[in-house]
């Protein structure tokens, strides 16, 4: 379990999804599960539906092996929602679906793998500028990711806190600027606010629910605001 936590963010699992030529190329273990649901959780942040599908279809038809027995319906719950993110038709369900393909995920690994702990990176600094200020918004959402994925509710509650305390200034001067101030506006306020929400809820359906929510709102603004969110993490 420790690769789940120190897995380098450009494998070259990755790059196959990236780049269109067949994941199923690529080695077929349980990394390259890791690989593809995080090209589909990065596709949606960036407010890119059909970088969704190749990576969710992907997910929908492998089934991670050498699993041990009695997996079987987690391994039928990760595929529906991966299908499901691959189908989708708007952000917001490919977001909602993504919550449940990390859920399915954790659930599968509380039973069956044991929890590890996860080391935290330390967070970004707090730059002044926007580009700053988005990576640690990042930083904050993938830990909420290994949140419901290893599952562990220190890597949740250090990505929820690090969302709501992440100042808001640039994008109040984000939202003056823009042309759709009150959208803009509304939607750096939703963001912060899922942070706080998502320190009151306990159980891995309902932080699905929330992680889905939060998703679709980075990929809402990122749409937008029209801007390209091209890093990798
Ligand atoms: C059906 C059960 C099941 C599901 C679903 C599942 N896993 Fe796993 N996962 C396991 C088991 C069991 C291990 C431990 C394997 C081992 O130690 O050899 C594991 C280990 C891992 C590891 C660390 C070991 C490695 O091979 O790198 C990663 C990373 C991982 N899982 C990611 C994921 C991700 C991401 C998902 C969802 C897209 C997922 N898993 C879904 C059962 C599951
Ligand atoms: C209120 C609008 C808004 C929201 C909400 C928002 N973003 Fe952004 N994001 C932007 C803008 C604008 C940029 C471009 C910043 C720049 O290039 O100066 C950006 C850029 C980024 C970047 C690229 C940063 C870089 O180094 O260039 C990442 C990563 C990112 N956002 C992640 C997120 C995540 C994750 C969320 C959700 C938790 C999120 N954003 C929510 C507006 C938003």
Redo the contacts with the bound molecule.
Sequence with gaps: MRRLLSIPPLSLALVACVTGSSPAQTEHDMSSHFDAAAVVHMAV?HGDLTGVREPGRWLAEHSPPNLPEGTEAYVAELQKYARRAADARNLEDAAYATGRIAQACGACHREYAGGPVPVLPPAADEGP???AH??R??W??KRMWEGLVVPSDDAWMAGAQA?EETPLQS?ET?AENAENTEE?DY??KR?HGLGSRAQLVAGPSARARIYGE??A??AD??EL?G?D?A?V?
């Design positions: 942040v500028d926007m580009a988005m990576v918004h990042a904050a959402v969302l994008e984000l803009v939607l750096a963001c939060l998703i709102t980075c603004c990122h605001t801007r969110v890093v993490w």
